[in-house]
């Protein structure tokens, strides 16, 4: 009975211990976790960003925030007399941008030339030098023909008035090959084929070199119509010029009216401070972290638990005198030195048995 009786109180006062222990515990985790969560929500706040609104000489910047003061829109306006000379160009673009649609109509002719340029330099460029050559040559022939017969004729008229007319000298003999010399020839007649050699051999010359031109020229016609080609587009995307420039002056007015809103942004964003939100962030960690630990504490607790220990040793050391002596009287029986009767059985703080002056001291 001692012993169960002992550990039913070392263990109800370590159980009660345990419970108050794991119910301070549990509270400390929801304080941390609570502690955490606002650090959390304080550290976010910090970092928000938080534009500014501006006002410039050429207009205005403006935010919009929701209740828990997140930015939900943004907005600027130009300033009134900026917003007039936008109108203008406007006005301005429109009209270049109407001018530039009638270019394609107005440069039609520069497109209809090259095109032109581009069929007749093919006619040339169709031919060969040669064929070309060969033309130009039979051209000339044909103009050189009735001039021709005509010096013919006279030459045979003074052959007949001069009595020469048959004539004949000049011929030769065999080549030492066996081929036939010249013919005998009358000596005027003879000048004139050969007056009208060498000018065909001179027109050969020149009818080469005309087949060549007639080829460079067409190439050259060619590259005029692609020039032409070329400077019909860039008139039409020249035309874009007035309506681009009055553009690009819009855009700039609007850059000036923009301004306010990029300095409240820009400003907002160095505001950020996002180290001091880090630093409130670990710094709030921390201290959760020691207050949990401080609640989890709880003193009634501990007390409880150690004292079940400490009760628990100082019923081991009361308890092994007592099996000691209860296991030597059961050794002598009944009948022991000491005039004690029942066997193995020792009732606890007896003074017949502790300190008897009759029967001794019972170590």
């Given amino acids: 009975m001692p012993a169960v009786t002992a550990a039913v109180i070392g263990g109800g006062a370590s159980l009660l211990g345990g419970l108050l222990g794991g119910r301070s515990a549990e509270r400390a985790a929801r304080t941390r976790a609570d502690s955490e969560m606002r650090v959390a929500q304080l550290a976010a706040e910090e970092a928000r960003f938080r534009p500014v609104g501006i006002t410039t000489r050429f207009g205005t910047s403006d935010f919009q925030t929701d209740a828990n003061g997140r930015v939900i829109g943004a907005n600027y306006s130009l300033d009134p007399a900026l917003r007039a000379y936008q109108d203008r160009f406007m006005g301005l673009a429109g009209g270049g941008l109407s001018q ?3 270019a394609q109509e107005q440069f039609a002719p520069l497109g209809s030339a090259a095109q032109g340029l581009f069929n007749l330099g093919g006619q040339y460029i169709a031919e060969s030098p040669e064929q070309a050559a060969q033309k130009y040559m039979l051209s000339k022939q044909n103009l050189l023909a009735p001039s021709r017969e005509r010096q013919y004729g006279q030459l045979q008229t003074n052959l007949f008035n001069t009595g020469r007319t048959g004539l004949a000298v000049g011929g030769t003999g065999l080549r030492p090959g066996g081929g036939e010399g010249l013919r005998a020839a009358n000596p005027d007649v003879e000048a ?5 050699a060498q000018q065909d051999a001179q027109l050969a010359s020149e009818a080469m070199e005309a087949g060549q031109r007639q080829s460079l020229f067409g190439a ?3 590259r005029l119509g692609g020039n032409l080609g070329t400077q019909n587009y860039g008139l039409q995307a020249a035309a874009l010029g007035p309506y681009e420039a009055y553009l690009a002056q819009m855009k700039q007015l609007e850059a000036l009216g923009q301004r306010p809103l990029d300095l409240g942004i820009n400003i907002g964003s160095k505001g950020q401070s996002t180290g001091a939100a880090q630093a409130l ?7 959760a972290q020691t207050r949990g630990a401080a609640d989890a504490y709880n003193p009634f607790a501990t007390a409880l638990t150690q004292g079940a220990s400490s009760f628990g040793k100082a019923y081991e050391t009361y308890r092994q005198p007592y099996e000691s002596a209860k296991t030597a009287i059961g050794q002598y029986g009944a009948e022991n030195v000491y005039g004690y009767g029942g066997q193995g059985t020792v009732p606890m703080m007896d003074a017949s048995v502790f300190g008897s002056p009759d029967r001794g001291t019972f170590y």
């Fill in 100 to 102: 530039a649609e009638m």
């Fill in 192 to 196: 004139y084929y050969n007056a009208i």
């Fill in 220 to 222: 050259d016609l060619y």
């Fill in 281 to 287: 962030l670990s710094g709030g960690m921390a201290a």
